[in-house]
């Protein structure tokens, strides 16, 4: 029997296989064949039908055409598929799927039995949504306030209209003031009983122009 060889290189680690990783199966519990090492480990198992969560087994996977997945992941092209299991195989406690999309879209979902939590997005749907966002917001360093992030102007700016309607409010007061120190101060009206004069006083009248 000759014995075969076969190596990786992963980033900056090397993987070694004492026998061809192609011909080594990796088998279900009842001793159906799942795919290869190669396949699961490194190129990807393709699949072509079903639904996504029938693909239960850690691996790689490509998919084309797998039913279940969000609209955003094109079904005409292949994506890969990386699956996470834990528990038994057949009937995982916690599966882990991670779809990356030729389109930049990558999406996550974990199923815990019947439950899953939804799939969420990464990829070039967060940067969009991360776009839209600081779209919406505006430059905050382009800020005519003191403080250049937002809650800090927000507050800043709510500081500077309360004393501003709260000066608005003072100087309404005064003007409804009947005199000051300067001259007897009538809305239109005529003085009623007797103007008392300091003796040695001077006094002036003004008519409507001052």
């Known amino acids: 029997m000759a014995v075969k060889r076969a190596k990786y290189l992963v980033a900056d680690d090397e993987y070694h296989f004492v026998t061809d990783d192609k011909a080594l199966r990796v088998l279900d ?20 039908s079903g639904d996504y969560r029938d693909i239960k087994h850690t691996g790689v996977y490509r998919i084309k055409g797998v039913g279940g997945l969000p609209g955003n992941i094109p079904g005409d092209k292949e994506s890969i598929l990386t699956v996470t299991s834990i528990g038994d195989q057949n009937n995982p406690e916690l599966t882990f ?26 990829g070039v749907d967060l940067r969009n949504t991360i776009t ?41 007061e005064s003007l409804k003031k009947d005199s000051d ?28 122009n001052g």
């Open 29 to 48: 519990s009842n001793n159906n064949e799942i795919g290869t090492f190669r396949e699961l480990g490194f190129e990807g198992k393709l699949i072509t």
């Open 97 to 122: 799927y991670k779809v990356i999309s030729p389109n930049g879209v990558i999406l996550e979902n974990t199923v815990s039995r019947s439950n899953q939590s939804g799939w969420g997005s990464g």
């Open 132 to 172: 839209n966002i600081n779209n919406i917001l505006g430059d905050i360093s382009k800020l005519q306030t003191d403080s250049k992030n937002m809650t800090g102007a927000i507050n800043e700016l709510n500081f500077k209209i309360n004393n501003v309607s709260d000066n608005s409010q003072s100087g309404l």
């Open 181 to 208: 120190n300067r001259y007897l101060f009538k809305w239109g009206d005529t003085v009623n009983g007797d103007l008392s004069i300091k003796f040695g006083a001077k006094y002036k009248l003004r008519g409507k």
